[in-house]
C-alpha cells in the first residue's frame, strides 16, 4: 500500500450510513463467520492448518467460478486486476486463516472468534493512515482504547501463567485480525467490480499462493484419510463460511466503508460461542467474559450508535 485510497461517495463510507438492508447482511455474515470459527475447531483436528487452508480457498473458488464464470467480463476482470487481487488474497485469506487455523489446534472456537472481532480496532488504525474518509475521531480513540483493553484482559493471564493458554495462538489470532484490517482497507479500491468477481479473483490467487506451500511442508498425501465429520466441516468451511460469506463481505464493504464492514466480527464471537458449547463442549471463564464484554462496548463505541442515541433522545 504505498498510497491513501479513497472512496467514490463519503456518504458510505461509514457505519453511520449503514441502511437495515446492510445492518441484515452484516448480521448474516457474522453468523455464518461465527460457523467457520466452530467448522474450523473440528477440522484442524485431523487436517493441518496450511492444508486446511489450501482446501477452504480451492473448493471455494472452484465454487465461484463454477457458479458465475460465465458473466459478462468475468475473467477479463479478473485479469486486468489480478496485482490487486492477489495482494488481498494474501491478506485476507492466506495469512489470517493460516494464522487462525494455527491459534485453534491450541484454543477454542469462542476465544479465538473473540480475539478475532479486534480486527475492527486495527481497521481504524489502518484506515487512518492509508485512507482520506476514515481518519481517527475521539469516540474513535475511545472504542479502540475499550477494545485493546479487552484483548490484555484476555490474554493477560496467559502471558503470566504458562501452565495454562500459551501465549503465541493469542498472538497468532490478533496477527490474522490485523491483517484482516489492511485487507478490508485495501478491499475498498473494488468498489464497482461485482462482488461476486472480487471474491472469485481473491480466493483463486490465495489458492496459488497456498498450493505449494501446503504441498511442500504438509505433503498432504501422506496424511491419514479425515473422518466424515471432518470432511464435512471443511465443505461448509469452504462454500458458506467462505465462497458464499465473501459475496456478502465486499457487497457490505461497498455500502459501508472499511471501518463499517468490520464491525461484523462483534457478532462472530456469539454465534462461534454458543456453536462451541452446544456442539464441542466448550466454556468460557469469567475473565474472558469480561474481555468480550469491553470489546462489544469498544466496538459499539466505533460504530458511533450509543452517541447518536443520546443525541436523539435529548
Not at 457474522?30 to 467448522?39: A, D, E, K, N, R
Not at 463454477?66 to 479478473?78: I, K, S
Not at 495469512?95 to 485453534?104: D, E
Request: aromatic share 8%.
Amino acid at each position: 500500500m504505498t498510497r491513501p485510497i479513497t472512496s467514490p461517495s463519503p456518504s458510505t463510507a461509514t457505519p453511520a450510513s449503514m441502511d437495515l438492508a446492510t445492518w441484515a447482511m452484516l448480521i448474516a455474515l457474522g453468523l455464518i463467520w461465527g460457523g467457520s470459527f466452530f467448522f474450523a475447531r473440528i477440522a484442524v483436528q485431523h487436517i493441518p492448518p496450511l492444508t486446511l487452508v489450501l482446501c477452504r480457498v480451492l473448493l471455494a473458488a472452484a465454487a465461484l467460478h463454477l457458479a458465475f464464470g460465465r458473466m459478462t467480463g468475468f475473467y477479463a476482470t479478473l485479469k486486468a486486476r489480478a496485482p490487486e487481487l492477489l495482494l488481498l488474497g494474501i491478506i485476507n485469506n492466506a495469512i489470517p486463516f493460516t494464522l487462525i487455523f494455527a491459534g485453534q489446534t491450541v484454543i477454542g472456537a469462542g476465544l479465538a472468534s473473540i480475539l478475532n472481532a479486534t480486527t475492527p480496532l486495527w481497521t481504524v488504525l489502518v484506515a487512518q493512515v492509508f485512507t482520506d474518509d476514515e481518519k481517527i475521531t475521539i469516540t474513535k480513540l475511545f472504542g479502540c482504547a475499550l477494545g485493546l483493553a479487552g484483548v490484555v484482559l484476555l490474554i493477560g493471564p496467559a502471558a503470566l501463567d504458562h501452565t495454562d493458554t500459551p501465549v503465541w495462538p493469542l498472538l497468532a489470532i490478533l496477527g490474522a485480525a490485523l491483517s484482516y484490517g489492511f485487507a478490508a482497507t485495501w478491499g475498498k479500491r473494488f468498489r464497482g467490480v461485482p462482488p461476486r468477481m472480487v471474491a472469485a479473483g481473491q480466493l483463486t490467487a490465495s489458492s496459488l499462493v497456498m498450493l505449494p506451500l501446503a504441498l511442500i511442508i504438509d505433503r498432504p498425501w501422506t496424511l491419514p484419510a479425515p473422518p466424515l465429520d471432518t470432511v464435512l466441516a471443511t465443505i461448509a468451511l469452504a462454500l458458506l463460511s467462505t465462497a458464499f460469506a465473501y459475496i456478502l463481505f465486499f457487497r457490505i464493504l461497498a455500502r459501508a466503508g472499511a471501518t463499517g464492514t468490520s464491525l461484523v466480527t462483534l457478532l462472530v464471537p456469539p454465534a462461534a460461542i454458543l456453536l462451541g458449547v452446544l456442539f464441542l463442549g466448550e466454556n468460557l471463564s469469567i475473565t474472558e467474559l469480561a474481555g468480550l464484554a469491553l470489546i462489544a462496548v469498544g466496538l459499539l463505541t466505533l460504530d458511533n450508535r450509543l452517541r447518536r442515541r443520546g443525541r436523539h433522545a435529548a
